[in-house]
């Protein structure tokens, strides 16, 4: 298993979307991020007539022995909310009121939407355990609330940063049938637990603080192979189209014929899929292309550029290794060929 590799695409999946050129709060499209993989709470799902899922669902095929064991990881983004808050008079450093943006000794800090990588593992499952009961595994992450104070040069405080975050509660079921001789269909399933009232009031934004964002799923197997689910063998063909995945898909990961490993993406991937070489980081754009995207970063100005280092440090990284980008790893990106073919001569 190349983990290095698989780290890399799942990272992508993970932050797929996270913030959208031009890499500003003040961006409309970056006012309702996160449309890969969130589950919401059951009972605001319910609420939205199940429009919004609160669950995802993999099921795959598994070539087996009787010593094969599985290890799942359930992968998310566990959102936080940054309100930036200036002090209502110069009386008192006690009283302050969220503005959407603050600048202090001409550092600019803005309110936003953070993230915490979240993974909830289950490990060395016996399948023939699966095979006799279901297996179940909660998980709890609780709330958080912090508070930072911004000090100007004379060490007023100047402003604050308050971090919220709501806790979440889910859980990963994972189940397995024999389907015929050493073939068997793996189910892995993760649920929002998490309660919320007066979900039929609440709004998106609301729910989402409460969900489990850009949620996919990695299976790995020890003494056992996957069957690729887009391209089965002929006699599993049958059995790979009566796996059931719900708002995501599996796909093998790792070197090319490696068997071991399947992420299971909100985003729909090809088996094996790689991180273009020519990519210096990620961009966080749905299909993004580091080309066209890293021309327009460069076309920003200094006013842009000063809004989106204040969006976060994931926003100041893009910037900062785009302007720092050497010309040559630039022309890497223009043209690339991914491979080539003989042209076969006409017969006629």
Known sequence: MNLRLIERIVNAVLYEGYILYPYRPSAVKNRQRFNFGALYP???????????????????LVLATPRTALDVHARFLHLVSREVARPISDSTEEEFQV???????????????EAIE????VKNVGLNDLLAEQRRLTFTFSSNREREHLRDASGKTAGVVIRKQEAI?????????????????????????????????????????????????????????????????????????????????????????????????????????????????????????DEILTLRIMTLTDEEKRAMRGVDDRARQILERTESLPFEQFMKMHGAVRGLRPVEEDER
């Open 118 to 121: 979240r993974d909830v593992s």
């Open 99 to 113: 503005v959407e943006s603050l600048e202090v000794d001409g550092q600019l800090f803005q309110t936003w939407q």
């Open 169 to 289: 509660e889910g859980a990963i079921e994972l189940a397995a049938e024999r389907v015929v001789n050493n073939l068997f269909k793996l189910s892995a399933r993760v649920i929002n637990l998490t309660a919320m009232s007066d979900a039929e009031s609440k709004g998106r934004d609301d729910a989402l603080m409460k969900s489990c964002v850009s949620t996919h799923t990695i299976l790995g197997l020890q003494d056992g192979e996957f069957v690729s689910l887009l391209d089965p063998p002929e006699e599993f063909r049958d059995a790979a189209r009566s796996c059931k995945n719900v708002g995501t898909w599996p796909v093998l990961v790792g070197e090319e014929g490696e068997r071991d490993s399947m992420l299971s993406s909100p985003i729909i991937l090809y088996d094996y899929p790689q991180i273009a070489p020519e990519s210096a980081g990620d961009l966080f754009d749905g299909t993004e292309i």
């Open 42 to 60: 059951e009972s605001y799902s319910s609420a939205q007539s199940g429009a919004d899922a609160s669950s995802m669902q993999t099921e795959c």
